[in-house]
């Protein structure tokens, strides 16, 4: 850990003390001073500008350190772009970028970041893609000509592709022995159907039918500056950053039809029950998931703040019911994914065979509940420190909010979004969370998944649904 993120890790520490340490009834002790006053974060001042090509461009200056951050986040190129025989497609195309342009290869392009004191690279995300690279001030204008580089004229070598299947087919071999991998995939089915947002996940076949012809001609099709937005934050002058980006990617032009939208994701679905086989299993890997909401949705941050008190830390209620009470997991996650056209509503945890069954128990009795009676004052409060102070504390660090912006945008949040995030957190009701936890989180809505062995837990499961064995 960086002497950074130790110091953050004690902030945060500092900051969630009272919500993270103590159970929610247990009383403050009397001399324990006040909570200060909420800074909200500070709204920065972005410069916008759209290239004649269609490139958005937003620029956010800060002064401290002597960095630049980018980031390019190309809408309609990440894995809801994939055609549905191939699975995980997006992820293979973001990690090949900067493993060879038309200038230089892996290990040049690597030596070129460093030696600007950053780095270079790609990852792909379910509405998007996102290459970033940071360097040194004083290599403001090197870093963006690489990044145009790797985004632009990645060349996708012969050999790089191999290698990088080679990698795959293995990290996909390990990823298929984890029952929870095998869980969250036929949850994803469950909730979204046939959406492109339930293929995520790589196949053999579909790893196996990658090329660089492929890779190129996607490269082609996805990457285009009509569908992009760069933004650029750090100790540089605005005018100084839009000349760099009109001389890195003002000739940058977009080629064919574009990638059609993504369509929008079903808000109900028919409620599955399903029990995958797995032999001599001693755990049982649960899930349960039904659809959501967009990030755009008027209910997005009262629901999102109730998936936090549910399932969002340690000290929601399923980590407290599941691991510290009942002692029956590790961990017990649950909560609101929002995505741009549409999301999910899921809650998991891995059990000891022999309480797989009082587990869903605890599952449907904390949903219920969420919805069925207001969340207690301290609690509520707790829980929205905990989301603001995180979020404040995150986008401290410039790159942060070159991500954030960045990842907003895929999701269709207006770059405001940024400042007003927090003061809605905050403005969220007792009566908010529990309409919210009726409208969403109902069990009745609630697909089930449980990964284990057939012969250990079926008869447990009984109670909760007819699953088809698979």
Do not use: C
């Not at 461009?57 to 025989?85: K, S």
């Not at 290869?105 to 379910?126: C, F, N, P, R, Y």
């Not at 509520?380 to 909010?401: F, H, I, P, S, W």
């Not at 991500?403 to 400042?419: D, I, K, Q, V, Y």
């Amino acid at each position: 850990m960086t002497l950074r993120n130790a110091l953050i890790a004690v902030a945060v520490s500092a900051l969630l003390s009272g919500h993270a340490l103590a159970a929610p009834e247990a009383p403050l002790p009397e001399d324990l001073p006040p909570y200060a006053a909420d800074k909200p974060l500070p709204v920065p001042q972005i410069e916008k500008r759209t290239l004649a090509n269609g490139l958005e461009v937003w620029v956010v200056p800060r002064d401290g350190l002597p960095r630049v951050d980018y980031v390019l986040a190309i809408r309609n190129a990440g894995y809801a772009a994939d055609p549905a025989d191939a699975r995980g497609f997006a992820g293979t195309l973001a990690y090949m970028l900067n493993e060879g342009t038309a200038k230089h290869d892996s290990k040049q392009i690597a030596e070129l970041a460093q030696g600007m004191g950053g780095g270079v690279g790609g990852s792909a995300s379910t509405d998007g893609m996102i290459v970033s690279g940071h360097a040194l001030a004083s290599h403001a204008a090197g870093m963006m000509a690489l990044l145009a580089e790797v985004a632009r004229t990645a060349s996708f070598p012969d050999q790089e592709v191999a290698l990088a299947k080679a990698n795959q087919l293995q990290e996909l071999k390990a990823s298929e022995a984890q029952p929870g991998f095998k869980a969250e995939r036929a949850l994803a089915a469950a909730i979204y159907g046939d959406h492109p947002y339930a293929r995520t996940q790589p196949t053999e076949e579909s790893i196996a039918a990658i090329t660089p012809e492929a890779l190129r001609a996607a490269h082609a099709a996805r990457f285009r500056p009509d569908r992009a937005l760069l933004v650029v934050t750090g100790k540089i002058a605005t005018a100084e950053a839009m000349r760099l980006a009109e001389a890195a990617f003002g000739d940058w032009q977009a080629s064919g039809d574009p990638v059609a939208d993504t369509p929008a994701a079903r808000g109900r679905a028919e409620l599955s029950f399903i029990r995958i086989q797995r032999d001599g299993s001693v755990q049982s890997a649960v899930r349960l998931g039904s659809p959501g909401i967009p990030a755009t949705h008027a209910d997005y941050i009262p629901a999102q703040l109730t998936g936090t008190i549910l399932g969002g830390g340690f000290s929601s209620r399923l980590m407290q019911n599941l691991r510290e009470d009942k002692g029956y997991t590790y961990g017990a996650r649950g909560g609101l994914s929002a995505l741009r056209q549409g999301g999910r509503i899921a809650a998991s945890a891995d059990v000891r065979n022999e309480v797989t069954g009082a587990a869903l128990k605890e599952f449907v009795g904390e949903l219920r509940r969420i919805g069925n009676e207001p969340v207690p004052a301290r609690e509520l409060e707790d829980n929205k420190r905990y989301v603001a102070g995180g979020y404040l504390l995150t986008n401290q660090m410039q790159g942060a909010v070159a991500s954030t912006l960045a990842g907003n945008w895929l999701a269709g949040l207006p770059p405001e979004f940024l400042g007003e995030y927090v003061p809605k957190i905050r403005a969220v009701s007792a009566q908010q969370v529990q309409a919210m936890g009726a409208k969403y989180f109902d069990p009745k809505r609630q697909s089930i998944v449980v990964v284990g062995d057939g012969k250990a837990i079926d008869a447990q499961l009984k109670p909760y649904g007819e699953f088809t064995a698979k």
